[in-house]
């Protein structure tokens, strides 16, 4: 039973446009979110997180968006750049719990 | 600084046999945790040590599978009679305090293989 889901395994995006990667969840319980991407040979590197007291989190192209009564993440990338290329992974947690991850994303952004 | 380090970053061994993966966490981090990623799929939980004592291994598939961390800063897990689904890339990371969802920090992994 996956409580944390990433539908698309794959994403491919122009360079310079908008990357809009998806999460979804089903423990309620959860109340912190993060995004960690991942390079090949690579251990994944913390991104961006957010409480679940906020819905918006901002941090230079990367920002992350929260809708609890719809148990859905997303991280949008602005504008774009090849080295964003990578596995993305949206991970929860709540209080008790560990991390737990999604299974990725992996996103392409062509030159 | 130096980041989390584990060694080696790939084994490979024959069914049956033991092996052991070290952790060296990031200097002054409290929190240690050991993670599995299979192909295709996301890092998956096995055990968390705040300090020296494991304050959670209910992600440990079974018996086969044990970690220590005696001085509190350097981790070994360790599986016995390794099984060919036993497989897989293994995380080890680290946080500050240990604060519940202080972001993890984590190596590139140890890629285990059984023949």
């Known amino acids: 039973d996956q409580q944390v889901k990433q539908n698309s395994p794959s994403l491919s995006v122009q360079e310079g446009r908008i990357s809009i990667l998806n999460c979804d969840y089903t423990?309620?319980?959860?109340?912190?979110f993060l995004w960690y991407k991942k390079y090949p040979a690579e251990g994944p590197t913390f991104l961006i997180s957010?409480?679940?007291?906020?819905d918006k989190n901002e941090d230079g192209r990367f920002t992350v968006f929260l809708n609890k009564s719809a148990k859905h993440l997303s991280l949008h990338i602005v504008p774009s750049q090849p080295g964003d290329s990578a596995v993305y992974f949206c991970?929860?947690?709540?209080?008790?719990?560990?991390?737990?991850f999604g299974p990725g994303t992996r996103l392409s952004v062509l030159p | 600084g130096a980041g989390v380090s584990q060694t080696p970053s790939n084994k490979v061994t024959e069914k049956g046999k033991y092996v052991e993966l070290r952790c060296d966490p990031i200097?002054?981090?409290?929190?240690l945790y050991w993670y599995r990623q299979s192909l295709g799929q996301g890092p998956e939980f096995l055990i968390y040590?705040?300090?020296?004592?494991?304050?959670?291994d209910s992600g440990l598939p079974n018996d086969r599978f044990f970690a220590v961390r005696p001085e509190g800063s350097v981790s070994t897990l360790k599986i016995q009679r390794t099984e060919r689904g036993d497989s897989a890339v293994y995380l080890c990371?680290?946080?500050?305090?240990?604060?519940?969802?202080?972001?993890?920090?984590f190596g590139n992994g140890t890629r285990l293989t059984v023949t």
């Open positions: 990371a680290s946080s500050s305090d240990g604060s519940y969802n202080s972001p993890l920090h």
């Open positions: 423990n309620s319980m959860f109340d912190y």
């Open positions: 957010i409480s679940s007291i906020k």
């Open positions: 991970a929860a947690i709540f209080y008790g719990q560990n991390f737990v």
């Open positions: 200097s002054g981090h409290t929190a």
């Open positions: 040590f705040q300090g020296t004592g494991a304050a959670d």
